[in-house]
């Protein structure tokens, strides 16, 4: 027989109707291999077979030089993404990311979403509680005394070099000439019209060594990163590497966090004057080598522990254990959502329509190349409805006349909208023209069926606008 038969319906074996004495040996062992069924094999199985027949053992090695493969011809028909992949049944569907502390989490009863490509907890529910009453419990506790979230699934980036800090200036709103080993700083990424890409955290490990964390979508900023390096400043000694699975995380927030870290940690003093805001220090938590910052996402004083991740369940057990007295909960990413809203603090991927600028947020601050002004530029603001018990919806666009013509001439869009359990009534972030220039007017929210939604325009920081609570 030829190596490539001119007749598609001729089996490899030649007879179209007899079983080739190998094929019996591939049931089982190749994936989608089954029982010889005489002129209807698919064309695709056997092709795939006898690729794939070298695994199968020694005595089927020769088989693809003897026999040849199948012919591929217009009329062969195409293999689905089904037959490459399996099916789009529950879990099959996508392939998911879990923490290292995953286990815990479902033990526990938690619900979980899907952020990407990870699977985090979204809520912790207790025998009776809706998904409201969890995440209200959940905030007052964090709040008011202590919360710690699983955090392991942020972005982090670890870059070294001799020239590492000279390219982080240049990428970055901010510099980071004089950032300290210890020290920690916010920055911004921005495209190359000067709106923002991405956000993250800058500790410095090093004088030639920095770990990034972002809020998301590590790999898209990695490569991102390595685009500018490569193509824009080669001659940039350094080199950067995703180390996200490499570490779990957990953020033990609230005023009395120190009180549950000083029962585990060893070699670290945890007290304000020694480990000030936006510090990081290395330490033992559990009896596991650990780094541990000083930054916050709630608003709340906050430490985010880092362990390798193998250590990671048995890290955040023990923080379970000495909080327990202090009645430490357990949070999931709706409780965060609250929390961070609540201070106003900037989701990127959320909080931006494509052309925010560091100057139109509250984040401003973080960049000290100096503000531009431009004309009606959208910026972030809060929502308080008239109603403090109406909830605005996500994605309500925002207009300054009650009965706005049309088409309307949209002011802007509702970014974030939560019911704050602390404050106790609905607030809402969203992106205004000139919206620091209307504090306190009020606009209307239209999120579609003919319904008006009458709001005030606030500062986006609710709660705590002095960061007191913070420098604890």
């Not at 004088?207 to 490569?230: K, N, P, Y």
């Not at 023990?318 to 965060?336: F, H, K, Q, R, V």
């Not at 974030?416 to 929210?445: D, E, F, M, N, P």
Request: contains cysteine; hydrophobic residues 40%; proline residues 7%.
């Amino acid at each position: 027989m030829p190596k490539h038969s001119k007749n598609p319906q001729v089996h490899l074996a030649g007879d179209a109707g007899s079983k080739p004495d190998w094929w019996d040996a591939l049931i089982g062992v190749v994936p989608g291999v089954t029982a010889w069924r005489p002129l209807l094999l698919d064309r695709i199985q056997a092709s795939d077979a006898l690729f794939a027949a070298p695994a199968a053992g020694p005595s089927l090695n020769n088989i693809i030089s003897d026999r040849g493969t199948t012919p591929r011809r217009p009329d062969t028909p195409p293999a689905t993404f089904g037959i490459r992949a399996g099916r789009d049944t529950g879990n099959l569907f996508e392939p998911a990311r879990v923490t290292p502390i995953h286990a815990w989490h479902a033990r526990q009863g938690a619900e979980f979403e899907e952020l990407g490509p990870w699977r985090r907890p979204w809520f912790y529910p207790k025998p009776g509680e809706n998904l409201h009453q969890a995440v209200d419990r959940e905030c007052l506790a964090t709040r008011h005394g202590v919360g710690i979230m699983d955090t392991s699934p942020l972005g982090k980036l670890d870059i070294r070099g001799a020239d590492a800090r000279e390219f982080l200036r240049r990428i970055h709103t901010h510099g980071w000439t004089k950032l300290g080993v210890g020290k920690c700083r916010y920055g911004l990424m921005c495209e190359e019209d000067g709106t923002v890409f991405a956000d993250g955290l800058l500790a410095c490990l090093g004088d030639d060594h920095f770990i990034m964390t972002t809020s998301g979508g590590a790999e898209g900023v990695l490569q991102w990163l390595a685009l500018w390096h490569q193509t824009e400043w080669p001659e940039l000694e350094l080199y950067m590497s995703g180390v996200t699975e490499r570490w779990a995380a957990m953020t033990v927030s609230g005023p009395n966090s120190r009180k549950v870290l000083e029962k585990v940690c060893e070699g670290v003093d945890l007290s304000g004057e020694a480990f000030a805001f936006m510090d990081w220090r290395p330490a033992t938590v559990a009896g596991v080598a650990a780094r541990i910052f000083r930054f916050s996402f709630t608003g709340e004083l906050s430490f985010e522990v880092q362990v390798q991740a193998s250590y990671g369940l048995h890290v955040w057990e023990a923080l379970m254990d000495a909080g327990a007295g202090l009645n430490i909960t357990p949070c999931g990413t709706e409780a965060m959502q609250v929390l961070r809203a609540e201070k106003g603090t900037v989701i990127v991927g959320q909080d931006r329509d494509g052309f925010v600028t560091p100057d139109d947020t509250v984040m401003a601050r973080s960049s000290d190349r100096g503000s531009r002004s431009r004309s009606a530029p959208k910026q972030l603001i809060g929502l308080r409805a008239k109603d403090p018990r109406v909830l605005i919806p996500e994605g309500a666009r925002i207009a300054l006349d009650p009965e706005p013509a049309s088409p309307a001439q949209m002011a802007g869009l509702v970014s974030a909208s939560h019911y704050s359990a602390c404050l106790g009534q609905a607030i809402a972030l969203g992106l205004v023209k000139g919206g620091s220039r209307r504090l306190g007017q009020t606009v209307y929210c239209l999120p579609g069926n003919g319904r008006v939604l009458e709001a005030e325009i606030t500062s986006p920081i609710f709660y705590d606008p002095k960061g007191e609570r913070l420098h604890r």
